[in-house]
């Protein structure tokens, strides 16, 4: 018996890389000869650094860079063979603030900007880059401006501390001071956000308010990342929207402009990485789960994208998550939950490795057991 354990994260309780761990040994309980594979994944959100490297056998590393405010945070990224994996969420991420510190006005992705530096500076030809969770409205500048680039305004002079607020005032874009090794690196950004950058469905109408943007906020910054486009289109670093260029407060956008960056699904990046379609030969079943699955988990979530996957190669997916509310949809082979709905997450937390592990046992002996 051949067994692909790929799940998600369990959000705030368990990181996949736990989750495949506890699955594992509740498998082996019930299944001691199976031949169990463990494959972490993430799409893009938090948790991305730690399951995807993780499950390419990488390493992490750690470098002190700037929060979305200024302040020194240390943040993570991991190192493969082939390439490096980054977060923006742990550089300028909104978890790094409290409530009164949001202000998409104020906060930068100048600290996303050093990781990335600090990934170039080890000679590495490929970055992957996972944008949610972000805590700014800086169309990328931020970042770009710890890369290299220069801002000027109307009148010649050089805008530093690149933000949400001072998006109005550039007027000129100068790569001459680039870091060199840019150019030759080639950089995928991991997220399943289609949002464009302006309008109703557009980086700040939709996310700015949870990032601390106020009404009076909102025009000023949906005006800002319009010139900022403006530029771009005037000096020729983009010549059409995409979808995603709204992502992370119009980080898809920066990188796509900046970095020369291919926006990808996070879901299909993750799944292509870990090679997953070499590990599927002759495996009898793959299991997936997340914290919580419901009626739109069909609706382009990694767990849905896995199932899709493995539907198209003849091998039945599982979903084993911590709740399930409704109707998952008809992707998955079966499903099962860990816990009951109406069990409190204040409950959940200090319990979670001790109910999967029970959830999966009972999995193991219905679908195993002899």
Known sequence: MKIILAPDKFKGTLTAAQVTGIE???????????????????DGGDGTVQALTTALGGTFETFTVQDPLGRPVSAEFGMTPDCAILEMATASGMVLLSAAERNPMKTSTFGTGELIRKALDSGVKEIVIGIGGSATVDGGTGMAEALGYEFFNASGEKI???CGGKLSEIAEISDSKVHPALKNCKIRIASDVTNPL???????????????????MMPLLEAG????????YRQNMITEDVPGDGAAGGLGLGLRAFC????????????ALTRLEEKLNGADMVITGEGCSDDQTENGKLCSELAIFCNARNVPCYLLSGKIIGDPGKLFAG??????????????????????YQATVKFAEKMFAK
């Not at 990342?225 to 771009?232: F, G, P, Q, Y």
């Not at 020369?260 to 799944?271: Q, R, T």
């Open 24 to 42: 594992e040994q509740a498998i082996r309980s019930v299944l001691p000869d199976a031949e169990i594979i463990c494959v972490p994944l993430a």
């Open 160 to 162: 530093t501390g690149l």
């Open 198 to 216: 302006l309008g109703d469905n557009g980086s700040v109408a939709v996310f700015a308010p949870q990032k601390g943007a106020t009404p009076e």
């Open 225 to 232: 990342l319009a010139n900022l486009r403006e530029v771009l």
């Open 260 to 271: 020369s960056a291919v926006p990808e699904s996070g879901a299909k990046l993750a799944i």
């Open 335 to 356: 499903y099962f939950a860990t816990v009951p709905v109406e069990m409190p997450f204040e409950e959940i937390k200090p319990r979670s490795a001790e109910l999967l």
